[in-house]
Each structure stands twice: as structure tokens, then as C-alpha cells.
């Protein structure tokens, strides 16, 4: 396995250190910015990177995702993932806000919810130029996943993941929780 993989990730994780505490648009509130020495991640582990396809709904079904401010979001449920992690086999449902889109959104809770990483749950994107095997597979990577911005400040709304992606195995890979 090549390391290409993990120096993106770690330049990700080294990039949104700076961004978060630096920029002016940062998502931390203004006062802990000076403060800030980086987020906390679990080490990047390849058991938790997959190179799956997408089993596409011929008829993607509308749905309505509820947000951190008690507000409605919809997405189209545009298809599934199904693996094995932690020795259990899982499946993950992938989502889109626009049809023409190529991008996939990915939310999902599991067993390190409100223990070690965010309670809400956490998120991954998926893009077709980084995220696609030339195969044609999609690369689901959960040292990639990361916390909405609404658990650095309640200023902002958060879609949150839907039952169907709450997870019973523990994913320990990607963001933990902040503070």
C-alpha cells in the first residue's frame, strides 16, 4: 500500500489546523483561536479506509434531515455503501442536495459518539476526482471524516445524520471531539 494516501491526509489535518487557527473565517469563535494548538485525530489506519461501490437507487427517494437548530434540511438518499468494520457488516447511505451533483455526502454516528468524537456524529465527502478508483469504486476513508461546523460554535446549523447511519461498531479514525 502506498503512503500518498496518508501524507494527504495528514496535510488535510495539517492545513485545517492553520485554517481554523488563523483564519478569519475560521469556525472557532474569535477568542479561543489564539489558544489553539490543533485538533485532536486518531492515527490514520488503513483498516478503516475502503474501496467499495456504490449500490445506486434507481429511484433516489427525497428525504428530510433534521439540523442542530431544530430546522429541516432535504437531500436525495442516492444510494449505499456496504462493508464489514470491527468484524460487522454495515451499511452506510449516501447522500446528495442536488441531482447534477457529482459529490457525495456521507454522515454518520457510531459507537465513539459523544465518548471520543462529536455526539452528533461526523461527516465525510466525497468527491469524484479524489474519492473514485479508476475502476470506478468509490474510496470511503473514515480517517477523513470530520466534525460539522456546529461543534465548534452554535452560530452555525448542522444537518445531522439520519438513524439509518448511526453505527453500532466504533469507527476510530478521522476528528475527535473538540475540547
Avoid at 489535518?13 to 469563535?29: I, T, V, W
Avoid at 477568542?31 to 474501496?51: C, M, S, W
Avoid at 442542530?68 to 446528495?96: H, I, M, P
Wanted: charged fraction near 35%; proline fraction near 7%.
Amino acid at each position: 500500500m502506498t503512503t500518498d494516501w496518508r501524507q494527504a491526509i495528514e496535510t488535510q489535518r495539517a492545513e485545517k489546523d492553520q485554517y481554523f487557527g488563523e483564519s478569519r473565517h475560521s469556525p472557532l469563535p474569535p477568542d479561543e483561536r489564539e489558544e489553539f494548538d490543533g485538533l485532536a485525530y486518531y492515527p490514520i489506519d488503513a483498516d478503516y479506509r475502503f474501496e467499495l461501490p456504490l449500490e445506486r437507487y434507481d429511484d433516489p427517494e427525497r428525504v428530510v434531515v433534521g439540523t442542530s437548530t431544530d430546522g429541516e434540511r432535504e437531500y436525495l438518499r442516492w444510494g449505499e455503501f456496504r462493508f464489514t468494520v470491527g468484524g460487522e457488516n454495515v451499511t452506510l447511505q449516501a447522500y446528495k442536495s442536488d441531482p447534477d451533483d457529482d459529490r457525495l455526502w456521507v454522515p454518520f454516528r457510531d459507537a465513539t459518539s459523544g465518548e471520543e468524537t462529536y455526539g452528533a456524529g461526523r461527516y465525510l465527502d466525497l468527491e469524484p476526482e479524489t474519492h473514485r478508483t479508476d475502476e470506478g469504486a468509490w474510496i470511503l476513508d473514515f480517517n477523513e471524516a470530520y466534525n460539522p461546523t456546529c461543534a465548534y460554535s452554535d452560530r452555525y446549523e448542522c444537518p445531522l445524520p439520519s438513524t439509518e447511519n448511526w453505527l453500532g461498531v466504533p469507527i476510530e479514525a478521522g476528528e475527535k471531539a473538540y475540547h
